[in-house]
């Protein structure tokens, strides 16, 4: 693949065979989700690697994800990068993507939490392809998760959100 992110480290996603083609001198993926041609970047080679791991090895299925939606009130166009949603709509995980380069930082963690603002979802994530921090609101503030809880989580929980 030619535009995929050099990386000197394992990814932390099974690596997904994508359907890609090179159009007007850009590489482009099929992206499966919002069912279109992408431009494909570093971040957009995370953002979809992520949401094939989502639905392959976690579960959920694939109308339950939101990719790069434009934020209700915004006229700066910000999109926030991913959102599993549950059967009601309701959100459940909310999900920065950055490109495997960009360190995971606190001013990431600002700029997802504006988007939690917007969207108040449980459990909240940043994730470079390389790393991956996830945190879930508590009554006691934000707790650090060991990664983002699999369809089953939200079952157990009581959650109707599966």
Known sequence: ???????????????????????QEREEVWDVFRRRWLVLGPEEWVRQQLAHYLVNHLGYPKSRLVIEKRLAGRVDSKRMDLLVIGKEGEPLVLVECKAPQTMLSEEVWWQVSGYE??????????????????????????????????????IQRGTKGT
């Open 1 to 23: 693949m030619e535009n995929r992110p050099p990386l000197n480290r394992p990814f932390l996603f099974p690596e997904v065979e994508l359907l890609r083609r090179w159009h």
């Open 117 to 154: 603002m917007q969207i108040p979802a449980p459990v909240v994530a940043i994730t470079n392809g390389l790393e991956m921090e996830v945190r879930q609101q508590s009554p006691q503030g934000w707790l650090t998760l060991p990664g983002i809880p699999p369809v089953t989580a939200w």
